[in-house]
């Protein structure tokens, strides 16, 4: 039997978007939540005393827990709050020029994505309609490693197993 292949970004982009379209928005929320906390400790390893990712990852789990208008409504003023508060960290040069594909190659790289997961997964709680986008996007700016990508796609298969 043949060894799998390192996972590269479009047949990760690939199964993340598949997965996103088909699952439901608690398994879409689970997914962002999951996402965002595997790049959760780079972040806080940075910037301990900033609380953002977390309060956003939070708000995302409350509404795992209990969907209500006011629960998405507190999802939505974090993922808010958090944009805000980036604006002033300078991103790495490497997000400046719009690559978003090189989180293996560069460190700052990595604290960009715990940013954009942390408050794509607040914005996948906070909306009711685009769920599965944020939920994509936190997956995407989380997977910036290899062994991070297998996680991600083992928790998204592991979720689908209860699938009809």
């Known amino acids: 039997m043949r060894k799998p292949d390192k996972m590269n970004r479009e047949r990760f982009i690939n199964a993340i978007e598949s997965f996103t379209q088909v699952a439901t928005r608690d398994d879409n929320l689970k997914l962002a939540v999951y996402s965002a906390e595997l790049v959760l400790p780079d972040f806080e390893l940075k910037y301990p005393k900033n609380n953002h990712s977390k309060k956003a990852i939070d708000a995302a789990k409350k509404c795992i827990q209990n969907d209500t208008q006011e629960n998405r409504d507190i999802a939505c003023v974090e993922a808010g709050a958090y944009s805000g508060w980036a604006r002033e960290v300078?991103?790495?040069?490497y997000h400046i020029e719009g690559d978003h594909n090189i989180g293996s190659y560069h460190p700052d790289y990595t604290i960009d994505s715990s940013y954009y997961a942390a408050v794509s997964c607040a914005a996948a709680?906070?909306?009711?309609?685009?769920?599965?986008?944020h939920t994509y996007n936190a997956a995407n700016y989380a997977s910036t490693d290899n062994k991070t990508k297998q996680k991600i796609i083992k928790y998204a298969l592991n979720l689908s197993e209860d699938w009809p």
């Open 90 to 93: 300078p991103l790495s040069p």
């Open 125 to 133: 709680a906070a909306s009711k309609n685009a769920c599965a986008s």
